[in-house]
């Protein structure tokens, strides 16, 4: 999920020609990933064992996968490197028997920095400097090795790689038959910004899909009319210099900013996509709709933490927040290769925790989890545009409280 949500900021922008700096970010992907290639042998799956930060009474915690980071070193002569200069890094899981050939490339969410003081003080974090990142992390949800919790990915070669640049991701893959692309929340974003690329990295019989869990982010007004998130981005294209990269037929005719939102970003995506994203997002509901500084009479203040205490007038503005992202699916929904799972629970990222992934107690949308509708959709079994009625009809719902 987000991480410190005192700051708007998520990365997105239409790939038309990419920079010297877009290569040197891609180039640690790229590095990652042919080292893992190289590396890969016959040996048995690893087994390690550890707790995930999953939400509260997620039974699937114990079992998740704790897996080692991995430095990358000489990628600096690129460019490539974390805020504070020091190596960027990724975390393997080894695929095991007839997943050995496949990949799941997860791009880490967390956000932007949008000005000279955030981007130093995301320096001394794990989101701007390797040195504070976890030895280990856990593996869970669609990254989880465990066939209960994953039936679909669990044998995959995965790869998680970790976001330090407080700008963009990339993920460029080469020469596997299958491969598949997630990232969520801002790492969604990105996945999507990133999809078309990643495409053209593999052999063109390969089989390529890209997943983006809580990365479809809204141009909408606040509570208070102002634009917080459309300026926020306005400040992100202006600091990160990244106009030139945005797609050209986009920035013709709008400002530069607009070009930055999924609604625009997925009208140039060839490759298929699948979207997962509650309809009532905490954080969108947190940052985009009643940000800090829009409710001066904290009149918003149980709701936007706790859907459970919103009024009747406020879950009519919240169904209004919802219907704009429908009417910004509308034509991706038309789509023949597209997918989509919007649900109507009040949560965030969603496909990298077990229990909202695949477990006896996930959100269900025609009594199929999420794992189960995006294994559908990846495989060619069926067609899968799921659209959850509004909140509160779904009882399988795991709504967060941050009361």
Request: hydrophobic share 35%.
């Amino acid at each position: 999920m987000m991480a410190n949500t005192a700051r708007l900021r998520h990365p997105a922008w239409c790939w038309r020609k990419w920079t010297n700096r877009d290569w040197a970010i891609a180039a640690v992907a790229v590095t990652a990933f042919l080292f893992l290639l190289s590396s890969l042998s016959d040996d048995p799956r690893r087994d390690r064992r550890g707790g995930a930060r999953l939400p509260a009474g997620d039974p699937a915690g114990a079992a998740a996968d704790l897996v080692d980071l991995t430095l990358l070193r000489d990628t600096g002569a690129k460019g490539a490197r974390c805020l504070d200069g020091s190596a960027p890094g990724y975390h393997f899981s080894k695929g095991f028997g007839a997943g050995s050939d496949s990949w799941l490339i997860h791009i880490e969410g967390g956000g932007w920095c949008a000005s000279l003081s955030s981007c130093s003080s995301r320096a001394k974090t794990k989101l701007g400097s390797s040195a504070y990142m976890e030895q280990q992390v856990s593996f869970a949800g669609i990254l989880s090795s465990e066939p209960s919790q994953n039936p679909e990915f669990f044998n995959w070669n995965k790869v998680k790689i970790r976001y330090c640049d407080g700008a963009s991701f990339s993920g460029h893959p080469q020469s596997e038959p299958k491969a598949f692309l997630t990232g969520c929340s801002a790492g969604g974003l990105a996945t999507l910004i990133h999809c078309d690329d990643f495409r053209e990295q593999l052999p063109k019989d390969a089989t390529v899909k890209c997943l983006a869990d809580a990365g479809f982010f809204l141009n909408e007004k606040d509570i208070s009319g102002n634009d917080t998130m459309r300026s926020f981005y306005h400040n992100v294209v202006q600091l990160q210099g990244v106009q030139e990269s945005l797609n050209k037929d986009c920035i013709a005719s709008k400002e530069p900013s607009d070009c930055f939102f999924p609604e625009e970003i997925i009208k140039n995506i060839r490759t298929p996509v699948f979207l997962v994203n509650p309809a009532y997002d905490f954080w969108q509901i947190q940052n985009v709709l009643v940000p800090d500084g829009s409710d001066p009479s904290e009149s918003w203040k149980r709701c936007r933490l706790n859907i459970q205490a919103c009024t009747p007038s406020q879950l009519k503005t919240l169904k209004g927040f919802r219907d704009s992202l429908l009417r910004a699916l509308s034509e991706f929904q038309k789509s023949k290769e597209g997918g989509m799972f919007i649900n109507s629970c009040f949560i965030h990222c969603q496909t990298w925790f077990g229990e909202t992934w695949h477990s006896p107690n996930s959100p269900r949308i025609g009594n199929k989890t999420i794992a189960e509708s995006v294994g559908d959709w990846y495989f060619n079994r069926r067609a899968v545009k799921q659209i959850d009625c509004p909140y509160p009809c779904n009882p399988s719902c795991y709504n967060m409280n941050f009361s």
